[in-house]
C-alpha cells in the first residue's frame, strides 16, 4: 500500500454561527490542507497517481475557497464554516475528482493555524 499526501493552502475568513466565544466574529486564517491518497498498485511506469494531477484538482478547490468570506458561499449557506465541515467539503469534493481503480482519498487535514488541525476521513466508505 502507498500514501501519498500534497498539500495546499488558502486564506479565508469565516464566522462561526451560535458559538459562544470570539469565533462568533469575523476573522481569518490562512489555512493548510492537506489530501491522502492509498493507492495499491503502480502503474506500468512504476507511478501511484501523479503528484501533478492531485494538485491540480486541490488547488481547483481551494482557488475556491481563496479569499472568501466562507458564511456567504453555497456550501456553508446551511452547515457552520467550521474546520470540521471545511475538512469534509474538501474530502467531498476531492472524492469526485479522485477517480481511480487502485487509487482512494482516505483523508483530508485542515489547519487553522500552526498548531491546531484537523482530520476528516470517511472510513465507512468503500472503493
Not at 469534493?93 to 493555524?113: F, G, T, Y
Amino acid at each position: 500500500m502507498y500514501k501519498l499526501n500534497v498539500t495546499s493552502d488558502f486564506s479565508a475568513a469565516h464566522k462561526l454561527v451560535g458559538y459562544d466565544g470570539p469565533c462568533k466574529n469575523l476573522h481569518g486564517h490562512n489555512w493548510k490542507v492537506r489530501v491522502a491518497i492509498n493507492c495499491q498498485k503502480l502503474d506500468e511506469i512504476g507511478l501511484t497517481i501523479d503528484f501533478g494531477i492531485v494538485k491540480k484538482y486541490l488547488n481547483e478547490i481551494t482557488d475556491k475557497l481563496d479569499h472568501q468570506l466562507l458564511n456567504d458561499l453555497e456550501a456553508f449557506k446551511k452547515v457552520n464554516p467550521t474546520s470540521e465541515n471545511i475538512a469534509k467539503y474538501i474530502y467531498n469534493e476531492m472524492s469526485k475528482k479522485i477517480n481511480i481503480q487502485d487509487c482512494r482519498l482516505v483523508e483530508v487535514e485542515i489547519w487553522e493555524s500552526d498548531k491546531s488541525s484537523l482530520i476528516y476521513s470517511d472510513l465507512q466508505r468503500k472503493n
